[in-house]
């Protein structure tokens, strides 16, 4: 019998698996590890080799345990082959699984062949966006179909095609970064990373481990199945990247950027690359901006259905001046992308000064900021005006210049869209005086003003009563003695639809001040941002970002340990 082609961990923990349900006995299984490993050979062949067991007996073994069906599969001719396709093939052949024909309902058949995999199920599901439906087949015809597969794959040109993602790459003989493995694993890395909906991928060395992560939700999350070979490959993945990004592949020393663009069902994903030097390779990180992904309506935002017409209003006001405020990452770009979805009409004519764009709009002039070349934001502005425009966005206000012509051109007939980094609304107007606005011109010049966070929601999925809490520490983030005596929270225990974290998809809170008279009157008069603070709650309704946290806290969409992440830091 030839040598079962798997790893020599999944042997091992094949091997075990079988003691546990009593197919073979511990001892023996000690034996055979240790054997096997003196031998350099995989547990699973050495067992087979003792006539304990065979291949059917292991398929049985596991499809009984689990509650799957077992197969047989004897050539790739057994194997549909676009359903084959849906999983990039450099993910099949490194977890030795692969899909082979879709059901009458809809699903797909998986084909596994060992214990070790069935914890992928999930991560195909996401992948593939269909129930997955696990079949148990024998280590020899897994072996037999991949190496089928695998010989089938021309070197020259490749197309990698699955349900998610259409890449046509070119393979040069002379180049490593051009080789079918770093190929397969940056299209695996990137097809995964936009199908988990992640934002951001970072790959990073050190000195003895190199690292991917996938930012998802908001948080950087690890993806361990990629090191081993990431940091083998760790310079021609990243030289694979470069050329994809249209970078300089020999300047290793100076950090780059560029842009890269990859059809995805028929839509284009646009990607921003970062290089940066360190010393111990080249670290890149790449912005996914999947527009698709996005909600790009005011309607979709989750906003109260109050401050929802608020914000309608004042960007449907024919002039006044809008801020979006938050720290890094809290989703202003995105709620500003909505506003101009809503106002981008035919006769309405709408500029945007960006740094960066990330998302082209038909009907929307953007213009990308270069400030190496003096094409700075105040630069941009002035010449906005004299382009006729009725709407300008501004991606951030960060100089006396640039305000200056903000307020003006708010309080003469333009509509203006912009963010200022302040952690909360009422701060908004504090910032803009300290930048040397009059409080007359604030007052008159700003309408409406959005200060926001996102939050990650539990998962519904495994979501359960949270009884580690005290009230000391609910009354610690304002809840009244009696509010916290009787408030239940919930957390996520992680599953798999929520990839273990407990938490699936993310929402905002958004605190919406409106310029009421009232406020006016308080800028007027000098008033602190606590006094305007008391002013908006007390006579216009606000909500701070907080009162909204407590009350997706009490609604049980809401963990402690996110509050405490995202809303108590600020």
């Known amino acids: 019998m030839s040598p079962i082609h798997i790893a020599i961990e999944s042997s091992q923990q094949l091997v075990l ?4 349900i009593g197919v073979i006995s511990s001892s023996d299984a000690k034996s055979i590890i240790t054997s096997s490993e003196e031998s350099k050979q995989d547990a699973v062949t050495a067992l087979i080799h003792t006539g304990l067991v065979d291949e059917l007996q292991i398929c049985n073994a596991i499809s009984s345990t689990y509650g799957f069906e077992t197969a047989h599969i004897k050539s790739n001719a057994d194997v549909d082959h676009e359903v084959f396709d849906l999983l990039p093939f450099n993910f099949i052949l490194r977890n030795r699984i692969f899909p082979f024909r879709q059901g009458d309902s809809g699903e797909i058949h998986l084909a596994i062949s060992d214990n070790t995999t ?56 002379d180049s490593q970064a051009s080789s079918s493995i770093v190929i397969d694993f940056v299209d695996s890395m990137i097809t995964e990373a936009v199908n988990l909906g992640a934002s951001d991928i970072h790959v990073e060395m050190f000195k003895t481990v190199a690292r991917l992560r996938y930012r998802l939700d ?90 929802e017409q608020a914000l309608i209003d004042a960007v449907e006001s024919p002039q006044g001046l809008v801020l979006v405020t938050g720290p890094t990452g809290s989703g202003k770009s995105t709620t500003l992308y909505a506003v101009l979805d809503r106002i981008n009409q035919v006769g309405v004519n709408v500029l945007a000064a960006e740094d960066p764009v990330e998302y082209s709009i038909d009907g929307v002039g953007q213009v990308q900021i270069k400030e190496k070349i003096g094409l700075t934001f105040s630069a941009v502005l002035r010449s906005f005006l004299r382009q006729d425009p009725e709407v300008i966005m ?4 960060r100089d006396k210049e640039t305000v200056d012509i903000v307020i003006k051109s708010a309080l003469t007939g333009h509509l203006v869209l912009s963010t200022l980094h302040t952690n909360d609304a009422v701060s908004s107007i504090s910032r803009l005086l300290n930048m040397g606005v009059p409080p007359y011109l604030v007052s008159s010049a700003l309408t409406l003003v ?9 998962c519904l999925d495994c979501k359960t009563k949270d009884i580690s809490v005290t009230i000391d520490q609910l009354q610690s983030i304002g809840f009244s003695k009696d509010e916290a005596s009787t408030v239940t929270l919930y957390n996520g225990e992680g599953c798999s639809s929520c990839n273990g974290l407990g938490v699936k998809g993310r929402r905002g809170l958004y605190e919406v001040l409106r310029i009421t008279n009232n406020i006016k009157e308080g800028i007027l008069l000098n008033k602190t941002t606590i006094e305007l603070l008391e002013i908006a709650q007390s006579k216009d309704g606000f909500k701070t970002i907080q009162e909204l946290g407590r009350e997706m806290l009490v ?9 405490q992440r995202v809303v108590m830091v600020f």
């Open 17 to 20: 698996f079988l003691s546990t």
């Open 118 to 173: 069935i914890n992928l199920i999930s991560s195909v599901k996401t992948i593939i966006n269909k129930n997955i439906k696990a079949v148990v087949i024998p280590l020899s015809e897994m072996d037999s179909i991949l190496s089928s597969f695998e010989a089938s794959k021309t070197p020259a040109l490749r197309v990698i095609k699955d349900d998610q993602l259409d890449i046509l790459l070119t393979e040069e003989d």
């Open 218 to 307: 908001g948080v950087l999350t690890v993806v361990e199945e990629f090191s081993e070979e990431l940091f083998e490959y760790y310079a021609a993945i990243t030289t694979r990247i470069k050329i994809m990004a249209s970078l300089d592949i020999a300047e290793r020393r100076l950090p780059q950027d560029g842009a890269m663009s990859l059809e995805m069902k028929g839509r284009n994903v646009d990607f921003r690359v970062s290089v940066l030097p360190t010393g111990f390779g080249e670290r890149v990180v790449l912005r996914i901006l999947d527009r698709s992904a996005i909600s790009l309506s005011i309607e979709k935002l989750s906003l109260a259905d109050a401050d």
């Open 394 to 397: 501004i991606g951030e206000i």
């Open 450 to 458: 959005v200060a926001q966070r996102l939050v990650r929601v539990v």
């Open 555 to 563: 609604n049980g969409k809401l963990s402690f340990a996110e509050y």
